[in-house]
C-alpha cells in the first residue's frame, strides 16, 4: 500500500524511481498543473467492482510506463474495503536495469 511520507527532492537511485511511482499513484489526474495527463482517473466511481479493476489495472500500467520508464508494471492486486466503498490497488513494479522487485 502506498506511503505517504514526506518528498524527497534529493531522491536519487531506487529511492527517486519507487517515491515516482507513488507520486503517480497518489495523483489524481488534472490536479497537476504542469502536467493535466498525470496521475489516475477517478472516473471509476460507482462501476462494478470487475470493471473498477480492470479499469484501474490497465490505466496504472499505461501512466507507470509513461511516466517512469525505468520501471514495468509486474502485477496489480487489490484490496476491497467494503464498509468504506474503497477499492484499494497495490502494484509491484520490478526495476528494469537490475531486476529489483518493489510494491507501491
Known amino acids: 500500500m502506498i506511503d505517504f511520507k514526506a518528498i524527497d527532492y534529493g531522491a536519487t537511485g531506487n529511492e ?3 517515491q515516482n511511482v507513488r507520486f503517480i499513484l497518489s495523483t489524481i489526474i488534472g490536479s497537476c498543473v504542469l502536467d493535466i495527463n498525470l496521475g489516475v482517473s477517478p472516473d471509476i466511481a460507482d462501476s462494478p467492482i470487475q470493471l ?6 490497465a490505466e496504472i500500467i499505461e501512466k507507470i ?10 502485477s496489480v492486486t487489490f484490496f476491497a474495503d467494503p464498509l468504506n466503498g474503497r477499492l484499494i490497488p497495490q ?12 510494491t507501491a
Request: charged residues 30%; glycine residues 4%; negative net charge.
Open 16 to 18: 527517486e524511481i519507487i
Open 52 to 57: 473498477a479493476q480492470a479499469k484501474i489495472t
Open 65 to 74: 510506463e509513461a511516466y517512469e520508464p525505468r520501471v514495468m508494471v509486474e
Open 91 to 102: 502494484v509491484k513494479v520490478v526495476n528494469k536495469e537490475n531486476g529489483e522487485v518493489w
